[in-house]
């Protein structure tokens, strides 16, 4: 089994920025000038596809607690940080040793999806 997720962002050359740039992944599909807008990106055996948001939303209603947190699994969240750092990104909560064990960092991508980048366990 895989995971493949779906999101509705309105900017999909923002979602493309921060997901290749930021995070690393490969731009795999492209149709941001069709009809029906949509991206996907793949890092591994993530896949992050994105269609053009129908309507306005709310970026609150993306959040935690409400919302939901993805969380991606990283060989190495250090070089994810500095990664993320580097493009100039804001992050939520900044790299950290967790009371469970794992470090991870915090940050919303351009459409408000809360995202925890975490080293593995």
Known sequence: MTLRVEIFPD????FVRFYTEGLGFTL?????DADAPYAA?????????????????????????????IVLEVDDVA?????????GYPIEQD??????????FRLYDPAGYYLRITGRG
């Not at 900017?11 to 923002?14: E, G, K």
């Not at 790299?95 to 991870?104: E, I, K």
């Open 11 to 14: 900017d999909l050359d923002a």
């Open 41 to 69: 990106v793949e890092h591994g055996s993530v896949r992050i596809g994105a269609a053009r948001a129908s309507a306005p939303v709310e970026r609150a209603a993306r959040a935690v607690p409400t919302g939901v947190e």
């Open 28 to 32: 795999t599909a492209d149709q941001r």
């Open 79 to 87: 070089e994810a940080h500095r990664r993320v750092r580097a493009t």
């Open 95 to 104: 790299l950290a040793r967790r009371s469970w064990g794992l470090t991870d």
